[in-house]
């Protein structure tokens, strides 16, 4: 059974820090993954999503990893602002039937502080 | 284009009533999925529909249902509250089930109800 972790489960950094997420999944054969972010009382909002043949996706100071073999991503913000305080969460898709079921980690709350 | 519209936002139970959480989507997506997230245990998928008429259980299915008439709508039934129900219920939609590698697939979430079983 695929799980996700994400540790740690909580940071605070100051800002203008670049910051790395990470997250790991115990089952390699995945199809895709993806980041979401989560404000709180809200919903998610997609981020990056990497397919399984690719090795990283980029949007703006959001740069996400992906290794399958040892069964890591990493999300990666540069010159974190007080706005990307929020909880981010990843998830993954398998193969098969499990393609349409995306299995979620517990996520990274992070505090950047002014 | 409202996105995805879950109602209601926050509501109480008696344990052993039942009731239809609703979710609404306007982009013309396949593909909707309804997920509870509760702490320390993340997200985890109820029920999912790729298309009107078609439904399949995702993990942790017991204690809901679910149907799809419309391409539009995907409620979620609980048929008799129990309090380990009590969750924050999260409703997402996208174009297909897999996310695909097109910007246009991206997944949409509601912004929660909030369910509280007592």
């Known amino acids: 059974k695929q799980e996700v972790t994400q540790i740690p489960a909580a940071l605070s950094v100051p800002e203008g820090e670049n910051l790395v997420l990470n997250c790991s999944f115990t089952?390699?054969?995945?199809?895709?993954l993806q980041w979401f972010r989560q404000d709180p009382g809200k919903g998610l909002t997609s981020l990056l999503l990497?397919?399984?043949?690719?090795r990283e996706q980029t949007s703006g100071r959001l740069n996400a990893s992906l290794d399958k073999s040892s069964g890591r991503s990493t999300l990666y913000i540069a010159a974190s602002q007080p706005g990307d305080s929020a909880t981010y969460l990843c998830?993954?898709?398998?193969?098969?039937?499990?393609?349409?079921?995306?299995?979620f980690g517990t996520g990274t709350l992070l505090a950047v502080q002014p | 284009n409202a996105g995805v519209t879950q109602t209601p936002k926050f509501q109480v139970l008696k344990t052993g009533q039942s009731m239809t959480l609703q979710c609404a989507q306007d982009?013309?997506?396949?593909?909707m999925s309804w997920y509870r997230q509760d702490p320390g245990m993340g997200l985890r998928l109820i029920h999912y529909?790729?298309?009107?008429?078609?439904?399949d259980q995702g993990e942790v299915p017991n204690g809901y249902n679910v149907s799809r008439s419309t391409t539009e709508d995907f409620p979620l039934r609980l048929l008799s509250a129990a309090p380990s129900q009590t969750s924050v219920y999260f409703c997402?939609?996208?174009?297909?089930?897999?996310?695909?590698?097109?910007?246009?697939?991206?997944?949409?979430f509601g912004e929660g109800s909030w369910l509280t079983v007592v």
């Open positions: 982009m013309n997506h396949e593909y």
């Open positions: 997402a939609s996208s174009y297909t089930g897999t996310g695909g590698s097109s910007s246009g697939n991206t997944i949409y």
């Open positions: 990497i397919q399984s043949s690719q």
């Open positions: 089952d390699s054969a995945i199809y895709n």
């Open positions: 998830a993954v898709r398998g193969y098969g039937g499990a393609t349409n079921k995306l299995i």
């Open positions: 529909s790729v298309g009107a008429g078609i439904t």
